[in-house]
């Protein structure tokens, strides 16, 4: 039978580390893109609410 603690312990650890290092990676990314759409999708619907209200001849309070 093959020793049960150094070998095995190790690639538990190793693989424990490199799932939370997938983890943080993928977190970071979903993050970095849902930053991006926020961004776009701000700069758009203000974009589109400042037509608008130059359309309608009224000022909105842009956030």
Request: charged letters at 5%.
């Amino acid at each position: 039978t093959l020793p049960h603690m150094p070998g095995t312990y190790l690639l538990l650890v190793i693989l424990e580390n490199l799932q939370k290092a997938t983890l943080c990676l993928i977190y970071h990314v979903i993050i970095a893109a849902l930053t991006t759409i926020g961004r776009t999708t701000h700069l758009i619907s203000g974009n589109a609410l400042m037509t608008l209200t130059q359309l309608n001849g009224m000022n909105w309070k842009l956030g």
